[in-house]
């Protein structure tokens, strides 16, 4: 009975352990009047245990996805991805141009020097919940959204 009680209890220690993840720097992108998108980003550093970011929730918009680009012939194209996965010991950085939050259809204008909140959730069930500051972040670059395949981004000469 002894050895059971035991085995319970390491499997239970075992299977609860959750990520270590380490969010720092988070912030989500300011927009102008109209704009019904926006995209939040910050570095991920995770403990000894690997794990991924499956997706997240928002107050601040209707859905929250995970992004990426990709550069083809002169044009980014961003597409939704399943997972932004953290290596044991390592950092992933979610980055304009590069992994990011999406939140897809605003409830309100994203403003310079407000927060809004962002639940990330990881692969082992744990959650963080963070508040972002809304920050404007400049870039040359125009978004064009195309039905079926997904964002489009085109660089501004």
């Known amino acids: 009975m002894m050895k059971k009680a035991l085995a319970l209890t390491a ?12 969010v720092e720097a988070p912030y989500a992108r300011a927009v102008p009047p109209g704009q019904t998108n926006s995209a939040a980003f910050m570095t991920l550093n995770n403990g000894d245990k690997a794990v991924s ?10 859905v929250v996805e995970l992004h990426t680009h ?17 290596p044991a010991n ?12 999406m939140l897809i259809g605003l409830k309100e204008q994203l403003k310079t020097d407000q927060q809004i909140d962002l639940t990330l959730n990881f692969s082992d069930g744990s959650r963080q919940v963070l508040k972002l500051p ?12 195309n039905k079926g395949e997904g964002h489009q981004h085109k660089h501004q000469n």
């Open 70 to 86: 990709t550069h083809k012939d002169g044009v980014m194209s961003m597409r939704q991805i399943d997972k932004v996965e953290l």
């Open 90 to 101: 390592g950092e992933v950085t979610l980055e304009p141009g590069g992994l990011h939050v």
């Open 53 to 62: 970011l499956i997706g997240g929730s928002s107050s601040a918009a209707r």
């Open 11 to 22: 499997a239970l220690l075992s299977s609860s352990v959750l990520a270590d993840v380490i």
């Open 134 to 145: 809304v920050r404007s972040v400049m870039g040359g670059m125009k978004m064009s959204h």
